[in-house]
């Protein structure tokens, strides 16, 4: 079955460093979605990417889907504190409607 | 954010009891979800429900038992648990049901549940 690795699991950065998280698929994807989740929170949409090679930013976050759409990257450029939890990519199969979650990276700010 | 919420919060109980977790959505969405959150794994989906039909069911064991009255209300039923069935219960709402997994899904606080 579809499986959706991400790297790293955990990251430690301080304050004001770049962090980047990597999403990678065993099979090609015909979308893919981020999500946030804070430490005891739940996870919150942050944007879903479908075309292949596209790139979306929100303010200090750029969202990347990759040519072949079997990965997906997510960029933070100069971390804040308030970006601490752990950030999770979805992706779907062509031809299938489940959204398969990966493992999640888990992001820790050092002020 | 109360666009699904979810009761209880936390929830202990032993391997005999049966309980419910109660979910609802005020988002006038047409599908929803349940997923099982467990320490170090992946979000795993374990039912969809549109306009009220199961439309999913990711070989869950029977000991769990969905139930969908109507589109805004879902419940999960518990009984004879596992330990191993310790975790954060999720559920989730989205706007379609129709290749619903292209639309973004909103998820309740959760429910923890712990059994002894």
């Given at each position: 079955g579809q499986q959706v690795m991400q790297i790293p699991q955990y990251q430690h950065v301080q304050e004001g460093e770049d962090f980047t998280t990597y999403c990678n698929s065993s099979t090609t994807l015909s979308n893919i979605q981020w999500y946030k989740q804070r430490p005891g929170g739940h996870p919150v949409f942050l944007i879903q990417l479908v075309k292949s090679g596209e790139v979306k930013k929100q303010k200090r976050l750029t969202f990347q889907f990759g040519e072949a759409k079997k990965n997906s990257s997510l960029h933070i450029t100069?971390?804040?504190?308030?970006?601490v939890g752990t950030y999770v990519c979805a992706g779907i199969d062509f031809g299938n409607e489940k959204l398969t979650f990966g493992t999640g990276t888990r992001l820790t700010i050092i002020p | 954010e109360t666009g699904v919420t979810q009761t209880p919060r936390h929830l202990v109980m032993g391997m005999t009891n049966k309980k419910s977790l109660k979910c609802e959505q005020h988002?006038?969405?047409n599908a929803m979800y349940w997923y099982k959150q467990s320490a170090k794994k992946p979000l795993e989906l374990m039912f969809v429900y549109s306009l009220e039909e199961?439309?999913?069911?990711?070989?869950?064991?029977?000991?769990f038992s969905p139930e969908c009255p109507n589109s805004s209300h879902l419940f999960l039923h518990l009984h004879?648990?596992?330990?191993?069935?310790s975790a954060l219960y999720l559920c989730a709402s989205s706007q379609?049901?129709?290749?619903?997994?292209s639309y973004e899904q909103y998820f309740g606080p959760g429910t923890r549940l712990t059994v002894t």
């Open positions: 100069a971390t804040q504190t308030t970006d | 988002l006038g969405h199961r439309v999913e069911n990711n070989s869950v064991p029977s000991r004879t648990l596992q330990p191993e069935d379609e049901r129709v290749n619903w997994g």
